[in-house]
Every structure is written in structure tokens, then in C-alpha cells.
């Protein structure tokens, strides 16, 4: 993206910055929520691991991520950095005493590689042939500019066509492949739409990659399942659940690039403030748990609600203006006038509960 765009690689990374953060607070936000609901807690502080400790035992192994960072920033060499990163790995382990591999620990690694790699070549055999077909025969240039010409000047189809595209190729292409071919296939007719030349070539990226956690293909839920032990379908469905931010936050990049960055810092901070909170607001819809509140039950009643508070929060997130005359900070008052009602009712759901702590801190 670098080279095509004929920018510093550090700018591309900072653009990324506000995205990835997002859905990462996506995620703290989904999980912190399912601890509460389940009545999950973290260690007692007597049990946690000081950071001087930790640091004096693991700081060898920062120089793992500082060589992949330098070989990518300094070299871009983004297909062979982790290659190096895992030998000097592997290389920094065998110094630990603790941590060296025996012949029995090398041989499960092995194993546990092996068994991880047939899966998901099982699935890439299946999604190969497909893709694979279609570049044989030529298909693959027709059937983007089919999909985009389907979407004619209207804006929001041509990025939802262009998701689709996206997501489609993604699923058989590495993403350098991915990217590099709707570079020159799809970003050009979302550029002449009139849309940030870096958003759309972040969202592109960001859609050809959204297939590592939506099955059927799912490449990292299915390596996460096997790790976990648990079954790949549910987990590929959990991941859907969990990563759902990633699928909204392109969209909205794309037609804000303040949330890249790009724009005058006083929109910046309001685009980002929007987001974060309309995120809070879908990810405690998708747990049924509001941090400071409490669970919002179950039933008809509390579906109703977890729906209503959901789509206050993509309203408050939303970057765009509403109709009837609304600019995008109105739109976002909208949002959060429609979130009270859900939070009202989780609040008074849970007062009995609330009531009863008092009573047993006052005892």
C-alpha cells in the first residue's frame, strides 16, 4: 500500500491506528461484558505476577517483535519478517533454561503444527479451486467491474459490492494478493466516487481480510478452535459475534476519514468519541450486559431492548448526516436520546440488585 500510494509506510500505520483501536475496544468491551454476565473475575491481586518479575524474566523476548518492526518499517518486508521474527525466537528460548524444547516438547510442536495446517489447508483446498477457477479462466477482472457497474453511482452499494468483492477474494488469496488486485480493480471506481484515496485502500484491505474469522472459510477462528478444543463452526460463529466491529468500522472510514485521521483535530476527537461510544453501545447489546448497569435479562422483552440499543449505538457511530436536515454530531444526539429507554430499563431491572449490595455493605 506503501509503494501503490507512494506514501511513508509510518503514515499508512498511523491512519490504521484509530480502526484497529476500535475494534480492539470492541472486543475489551464484548468480554468484559461476558465476565460480568457469567460472573467470571481475574486473579486476586496476591496471585498476579509483578511487572518487574515479568519483565526480568521475558525481556529477552522483546527483541522478537522489535527485529518483525524493524524489518517491516525499515525494509518492508512483510512476507519474510515473520519467518526471522520466529527464528530468532526460537533461537532466544533455547537460552532459558525453562523454556528450552526437549526432543519430546519439539516433537508435540510438531504435531500440533501439523494437525493445525491440514485443517485449514482441507478448507483452502475447496476455496483455492474456486478462486483458482476463476483466475484460469479470465473471470476475475469481468466479475469485480460486473459487481461494481451493478452498483452504478450510488455510493453505499458500491461499498457494499465492494465488501463483497472484497470478502470473495479474500477468501482464496493471500491479503498482498488480495489487496493488490482490487488496488487495480475496485479502488479506482470508489476513488472517482469522490472517497479518500487512503480509506478506500484501507477498506479494501480491511474487507479482503474479514474472511480470517467468517466461515465458511474462518482460517484464524478454525486455528483458534483447534488450539481451544472447541468445535470450529461455533467458534467461527462466536468470532463473527466478537469481531462484528470490523465489519462496520470500514464503512465508516470510508465515509468519514476522520476516523483515520485525516481531517482537522477537533473532528478527529468528536469522530472517535462518536465511535467509541456507539461501540459500547452494540457491544453490550451483543452480550446483554451494560457495564455500570447491569444484565439486561432475557425474553422477548429484553431482545426488544438489546435490538433498540444496538442500533442507537451504529446511529451514534454512524459518520454520515441523517436525514431531515441532520449533521453527524445531531444524528449522534439522536443515537443517544434512543439508547436512554434501553438503559432505563436495564437500570431498573436491576435495582433489587443494587439495593441488596447497599444493605450488605452497610452491615
Not at 494437525?115 to 483452502?124: G, P, Q
Not at 482460517?219 to 478444543?229: H, K, S
Request: proline share 6%; hydrophobic share 60%; with cysteine.
Amino acid at each position: 500500500m506503501a509503494s501503490w500510494l507512494g506514501v511513508p509506510y509510518s503514515e499508512i500505520v498511523l491512519a490504521a491506528v484509530i480502526p484497529s483501536a476500535l475494534y480492539y475496544f470492541g472486543l475489551f468491551v464484548q468480554i468484559d461484558a461476558y465476565a460480568a454476565r457469567r460472573g467470571l473475575a481475574g486473579l486476586p491481586k496476591e496471585e498476579m505476577p509483578s511487572f518487574r518479575a515479568t519483565m526480568r524474566d521475558g525481556w529477552i523476548y522483546v527483541f522478537v517483535f522489535a527485529l518483525l518492526i524493524f524489518l517491516m518499517m525499515a525494509f518492508r518486508w512483510e512476507t519474510t519478517a515473520p519467518f526471522y521474527a520466529v527464528a530468532l525466537l526460537l533461537a532466544v528460548n533455547q537460552l532459558r533454561r525453562g523454556d528450552r524444547f526437549t526432543a519430546g516438547r519439539f516433537i508435540d510442536m510438531i504435531a500440533s503444527v501439523g494437525r493445525t495446517l491440514a485443517e485449514i489447508v482441507a478448507i483452502l483446498l475447496g476455496i483455492g479451486m474456486i478462486v483458482g477457477a476463476f483466475q484460469a479462466t479470465g473471470l476475475t477482472g469481468p466479475l469485480a467491474t460486473e459487481l461494481v457497474h451493478l452498483a452504478g453511482n450510488s455510493i453505499p452499494a458500491l461499498l457494499i459490492m465492494g465488501a463483497i468483492t472484497s470478502f470473495i477474494f479474500g477468501m482464496g488469496m493471500t491479503v498482498t494478493a488480495c489487496y493488490i488486485f482490487l488496488a487495480i480493480v475496485l479502488a479506482p471506481a470508489l476513488v472517482q466516487a469522490g472517497l479518500n484515496q487512503l480509506a478506500v485502500h484501507l477498506f479494501i484491505l480491511y474487507w479482503g481480510m474479514v474472511s480470517f474469522i467468517t466461515p465458511p472459510v474462518a482460517l484464524g477462528a478454525f486455528a483458534a478452535a483447534t488450539l481451544a478444543r472447541a468445535s470450529p463452526i461455533q467458534t467461527g460463529w462466536e468470532a463473527i459475534r466478537l469481531g462484528v466491529v470490523i465489519y462496520v468500522v470500514p464503512f465508516f472510514f470510508v465515509l468519514n476519514p476522520a476516523l483515520i485521521g485525516q481531517g482537522a483535530p477537533q473532528e478527529v476527537a468528536v469522530a472517535v468519541a462518536s465511535a467509541v461510544l456507539g461501540i459500547w453501545f452494540v457491544g453490550s447489546a451483543m452480550q446483554s450486559y451494560l457495564a455500570f448497569v447491569g444484565p439486561m435479562g432475557s425474553g422477548p422483552a429484553a431482545i426488544l431492548t438489546r435490538v433498540l440499543l444496538a442500533a442507537a449505538g451504529f446511529i451514534v457511530a454512524a459518520p454520515v448526516p441523517g436525514p431531515y436536515g441532520l449533521g453527524t454530531i445531531e444524528l449522534s444526539l439522536v443515537g443517544v436520546v434512543l439508547a436512554l429507554p434501553p438503559i432505563a430499563v436495564t437500570w431498573w431491572q436491576n435495582r433489587p440488585v443494587r439495593q441488596a449490595g447497599i444493605a450488605a455493605r452497610v452491615r
